[in-house]
């Protein structure tokens, strides 16, 4: 059954267009095309509050829209994707991303002249129309990974970068599960397609080994061999890279005070503080009052990626900021107060705040331990069961994820993030924090810093050498039986 977004809009008489504002505000993305299931269909005619066929219908939907007339939800244009790239160790994230870069920025450029701010946007013709893609050029997740702890979500779509000639590696895996979790659709490049030893094919079956089917073969990945040496197919990247951000339908108001995420920040000695700032909404302009966590300032110059001073930065920009009173901390929200008093004065009581809740934090941190699972489980809180596995050999892996898959599910669901042979990074311990997973090592060690990281984070790792002590824990936090831990 369910409607398509045309068939709706026609039968309760709402613009289309209201119809995609009011599922956008409410998390859900969709296009004109797509088909909502009939709980959707209805939770729609409900906020519009339409009763269909009566005879004032239209006024009535006139009437309701009206009163939906959140100014975001008015003013919603086109933003471009924010892109991450992704993947294992010299798989060449670092080659992609500089050659796109060379590729498209410097050509325009009177001398190409660059400035590392942690992103940077290329213009890509598609459709007749010249449109943007900007890049976070930090490879790695640990921006990513950093920032979605915090529950921000900058990535619009990842890459996901895969050497041809030496496939699926763990950090490859790594970073699938990363982008699952934080539900980003990925876009796969095929890299080092010009090596003699490059078996792009080989690659496409060992990513649908972990759920990515390549579209050719009937999934929904789409993979693109490229040469991030030669620069080879990088247009054809691009192009998909904004054939995936119309699925996504990404929208922004620019209209309104600017909001967004600080990338990158540093204590400049000519400068002062320094800080990149990628608007998620709204428009940021030079003279702003603007808070960073418990940093305040007043934006004194913009610097964009190309080196230009601005006075503007609309959705889905980054700019450098001078004016800030301290360094923010990246991941950080920012936001603009139209009064730099009232800015000012929430600061002010958030580094009070800051301060109190670190030493909160310090005395009990929000663990996800099994025995606190297993309190929710007692309670009948808990759905999911979050797992993240490292075992010595991938044998074991297997046999724990085949023993874990018999358990019975009905109550609480077994989700396992992440399950690979080898140590327990630190890696590990950042998508557990993020994910709220408890870690599980199986034969196994943690790397050096791993430690360090799980006890700062508050995150369970937990060691067995015998897979059926390791099931009996599951099982018992999953029942809400586990004895708490002293
Ligand atoms: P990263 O660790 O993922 O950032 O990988 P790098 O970008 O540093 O690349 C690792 C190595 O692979 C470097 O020596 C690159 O020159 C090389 N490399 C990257 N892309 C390509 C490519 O398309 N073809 C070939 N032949 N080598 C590449």
């Known amino acids: 059954g369910g409607l398509s977004v045309h068939e709706l809009a026609n039968q309760i008489v709402v613009p289309e267009t209201e119809i995609i504002k009011l599922l956008f505000f409410k998390g859900i993305a969709t296009n004109i095309n797509q088909t909502l ?28 829209t009206e009163m939906l007339s959140v100014e975001d939800l008015e003013n919603l244009s086109k933003r471009p994707p924010v892109v991450t790239i992704m993947g294992h160790v010299d798989h060449g994230k670092t080659t992609l991303l500089d050659s796109i870069r060379e590729t498209k920025v410097a050509q325009g450029e009177a001398g190409g002249i660059t400035q590392h701010i942690g992103a940077y946007h290329v213009d890509v013709t598609h459709d ?25 979500r900058v990535t619009d779509i990842a890459i996901l970068v895969v050497a041809a000639d030496d496939g699926v590696r763990p950090q490859t895996i790594e970073a699938i599960s990363h982008a699952k979790a934080a539900e980003v659709p ?3 490049a095929i890299n080092k397609i010009d090596k003699e030893s490059a078996q792009p094919d080989r690659v496409k079956q060992e990513l649908m080994e972990h759920g990515l089917v390549p579209e050719e073969w009937g999934g929904e990945t789409i993979m693109v061999p490229v040469s991030a040496i030669n620069g080879d197919n990088l247009d054809t990247l691009l192009e998909m890279i904004l054939l995936v951000s119309e699925v996504e339908d990404l929208h922004a108001n620019p209209d309104s005070l600017a ?56 959705p889905s920009f980054a700019v450098e900021v001078l004016g800030l009173n301290d360094v923010p901390a990246a991941g950080d929200e920012f936001e603009v107060f139209a009064d730099e008093r009232e800015a000012r004065s929430v600061a002010d009581s958030r580094s009070d705040e800051q301060r109190r809740s670190r030493l909160q934090q310090a005395m009990a941190s929000r663990r996800v331990t099994l025995s606190s699972l297993s309190a929710k489980a007692q309670e009948g809180d808990l759905k999911e069961l979050n797992i993240i596995l490292k075992a010595d050999v991938q ?29 327990i990074s630190e890696t590990d311990v950042d998508l557990a924090a993020a994910s709220g997973a408890v870690l599980i090592g199986f034969n196994t060690t943690l790397a050096s810093g791993a430690r360090q990281a799980a006890d700062r984070q508050g995150v369970d790792v937990r060691d067995y050498d015998i897979i059926y002590n390791l099931l009996d824990d599951i099982q018992g936090a999953m029942e809400g039986l586990l004895e708490p831990e002293l």
């Open 395 to 423: 044998g074991s892996v297997e046999a724990i994820l085949a023993a874990l898959q018999q358990m019975p599910q009905n109550e609480v669901q077994i989700r396992v993030l992440l399950g690979a042979p080898g140590e």
């Open 128 to 152: 007749g129309n010249q449109q943007q893609i900007v890049f976070l050029d930090t490879p790695g997740h640990e921006a990513f990974t950093a920032m979605r702890a915090r529950g921000t």
């Open 37 to 64: 299931d009939v709980e959707t269909a209805k939770m729609v005619a409900e906020e519009f509050e339409i009763l269909v066929e009566t005879a004032e219908q239209e006024s009535e939907a006139k009437k309701v």
């Open 186 to 188: 990925i876009v796969v």
């Open 259 to 314: 909001k967004g995420t600080i990338i990158e920040a540093n204590l400049d000695k000519a400068r002062g503080p320094v800080a990149s700032l990628l608007v998620q909404n709204g428009t940021l302009r030079v003279g702003d009052s603007v808070v960073a966590g418990s940093v305040f300032g007043k934006v004194r110059a913009m610097i964009d990626d190309r080196g230009d001073r601005v006075k503007e930065a609309t």
